[in-house]
């Protein structure tokens, strides 16, 4: 990876947008966690979630804080006694069940024409209102592809870890760590530049 795009990815890691939706929630979901339990860690970040919704000027706040909370409530579940797949190791059910919630926000945000990368892209960086092709189908359409991408990885991600668990539950949690912030890296260093390739190759339309 070059130092431009390492500068990229690190502009949006670094930008207001990825602090108050990333890490602002997840920092209050793993310290009200430790200390009073995954619902109040669940509860207290739906509240903060709500306030930024209502008080952020842009669009979208909820989309990626709504996978952190979708991830806690089964978190939460399972510390009750439930699980799926027949999963019973704690690590393993937790990488399942992120994986579908992205699955299911990203999904569900598509469906109704809003894509999750393309609100944050677009918070994180408003001079992509500025491209020529912002606006037109072909721009939209990208913005939907990288998301159907990134549902697809994650199913394929929540299938291999459940394969692997049933497999080799010894390496289990050696895939758990691969598929966890080194695959988050990659998908958004795709998110990044996946764009900046179609609209650069191919037509306007």
């Not at 431009?4 to 209050?28: C, D, F, G, V």
């Not at 970040?45 to 991830?71: D, M, N, W």
């Amino acid at each position: 990876m070059t130092g431009k795009k390492q500068s990229s990815i690190m502009a949006y890691l670094m930008s207001s947008e990825a602090r108050l939706t990333i890490i602002i929630p997840i920092l209050i979901y793993n310290i009200v966690f430790w200390r009073f339990g995954a619902g109040m860690a669940v509860i207290l970040t739906a509240c903060y979630s709500g306030l930024l919704e209502v008080f952020s000027k842009r669009p979208g706040s909820f989309s990626i804080i709504s996978i952190i909370i979708f991830s806690g409530v089964i978190h939460y579940l399972y510390l009750n006694g439930y699980s799926f797949f027949g999963i019973n190791e704690e690590g393993v059910f937790l990488s399942v069940g992120g994986a579908f919630s992205v699955v299911l926000v990203f999904g569900f945000y598509s469906l109704i024409g809003r894509p999750v990368i393309r609100t944050q892209a677009e918070n994180a960086m408003p001079r992509l209102s500025q491209l020529p092709s912002y606006g037109t189908p072909k721009y939209c359409r990208v913005w939907q592809e990288i998301s159907l991408v990134w549902m697809l990885i994650y199913i394929v991600k929540a299938v291999m870890v459940i394969f692997i668990y049933k497999t080799q539950p010894n390496l289990s949690n050696d895939f758990v760590f691969l598929f966890s912030w080194p695959l988050t890296l990659i998908m958004i260093a795709f998110s990044v530049y996946w764009p900046r390739l179609r609209w650069s190759t191919t037509k306007i339309a």
